[in-house]
């Protein structure tokens, strides 16, 4: 499947401003912590300072992203990622679906 992500000017602005002064790695995850197993999770974005041998890059119109190859089942082709101020959220959609309407980015790297 080859996977391809739009990220809106309202997301890459959002994305700037709460990673300034520190770089990484852009990660779109599946995480399933909490959710009781593995099919059962909810996306979220991630920067971390490591890519891991499993990680593959997905195309995007803006900045690459990056995810665990495995994990691309549970996401669409044909996604984008938004932000969205009146619930001051990420957001993950398909033309299917709303995959997140409320995503997190959660940041691991440390500040230059």
Do not use: H, W
């Amino acid at each position: 499947m080859v996977m391809e992500i739009n990220i809106t000017e309202a997301a890459v602005q959002k994305i700037i401003e709460k990673t300034e002064g520190r770089s990484g790695y852009l990660k779109l995850k599946y995480d399933t912590e909490g959710c009781g197993c593995a099919v059962n999770g909810v996306p979220v974005l991630s920067l971390e300072t490591e890519l891991q041998t499993n990680e593959i890059v997905i195309k995007t119109n803006r900045v690459p992203i990056y995810i665990e190859s495995t994990k691309t089942v549970f996401f669409d082709e044909n996604m984008t990622i938004d932000f969205s101020a009146a619930v001051n959220c990420f957001q993950l959609k398909s033309p299917a679906q709303i995959l997140n309407g409320r995503m997190s980015l959660l940041i691991t790297a440390k500040k230059d």
